[in-house]
């Protein structure tokens, strides 16, 4: 089973971007991925592009499956009920933070709120790292981690490419932290695997153009089946705790 813990739904007003319904169905038919996580493309509106992606999952029951995103920057009181409306009545598996669009470090105070609600709601907080430092540095999520021990983060792109070792770093002091290390070079995913355990490792594409690219790593990297496995699929089954067939 493949499945992409990192795509996109919307047109970002940040980016200049925006990946269609189409255009993600296609891309997951031509790379053969199963199961895709999807969020809104970041500066797009939030909750209407949540109800997009949720009537998405409805439509594709098992193969999507959405993630909650938008900047803790439009006030606690709406943050907290977009969130529980997401998780609890459409069923979101995860909360993304992303430091470089939503204009906000991860250990502001503005940013309680994002991991509040995901430990709240026992779902995963995924943090975009790497573009966007200092902000976007894989090291602040370490304090995040250890203060919500019980709560699963992935740092998206883990670091980059240019941070990639601070992401390892954090990830080996924090058993919580996990790694969708799009973007990084294939060499740094071998070793993010060797050294923390494909367990802790997760494929992700997030651009659709990027998808087959990224698969390419993991194919053509010397990981072992088990290893393969775990990190095209199983790492993500596990921590969405998504309801497919593993």
Same mark, same amino acid.
């Given at each position: 089973?493949? +499945? ?9 007003? *940040?980016?200049?971007? $925006?990946v269609t319904e189409e255009l993600l169905l296609a891309?997951?038919?031509?790379? !053969?991925?199963?199961?895709?996580? %999807?969020?809104?493309? !970041?500066?797009?509106? =939030? ?6 992606i949720a009537d998405l999952c409805a439509r594709q =029951? ?38 470089? !669009?939503? /204009? ?5 105070? %503005? ?11 026992? %779902? ?7 573009? $966007?430092? =200092? ?6 999520? *370490? ?23 601070? /992401?390892? +770093? ?10 969708? =290390? ?16 494909? $367990? ?35 790492? !993500?089954?596990? %921590? ?7």
């Open positions: 089973m493949i +499945v992409d813990a990192h795509s996109h739904l919307g047109y970002s007003q *940040i980016f200049s971007a $925006g891309t997951m038919e031509a790379n !053969a991925i199963d199961v895709s996580v %999807v969020m809104p493309a !970041a500066g797009s509106d =939030p909750r209407t592009t949540h109800d997009a =029951p098992g193969r999507i499956f959405g993630m909650v995103s938008m900047t803790p920057l439009v006030g606690r009181d709406f943050y907290e009920a977009e969130a529980r409306r997401c998780i609890d009545e459409l069923g979101f598996k995860a909360i993304k933070l992303h430091p470089q !669009a939503h /204009a906000v470090s991860p250990v502001f105070e %503005v940013s309680d709120v994002v991991f509040e609600c995901a430990a709240r709601h026992g %779902v995963p907080v995924m943090v975009h790292t790497g573009s $966007g430092a =200092p902000f976007a540095l894989p090291s602040l999520l *370490i304090r995040r981690a250890r203060q919500y021990p019980e709560l699963k983060i992935i740092l998206a792109h883990a670091g980059f490419a240019i941070y990639s070792e601070e /992401a390892i +770093v954090a990830a080996e002091v924090c058993e919580n932290i996990y790694l969708e =290390p799009t973007w990084c070079i294939a060499g740094d995913i071998r070793r993010m695997v060797r050294m923390l355990g494909a $367990g802790r490792v997760m494929f992700g594409g997030d651009l659709p153009f990027n998808v087959p690219v990224e698969l390419t790593k993991y194919r053509t990297l010397d990981l072992t089946d088990d290893e393969r496995e775990w990190c095209l699929g199983r790492t !993500a089954c596990e %921590v969405f705790d998504l309801p497919v067939n593993r």
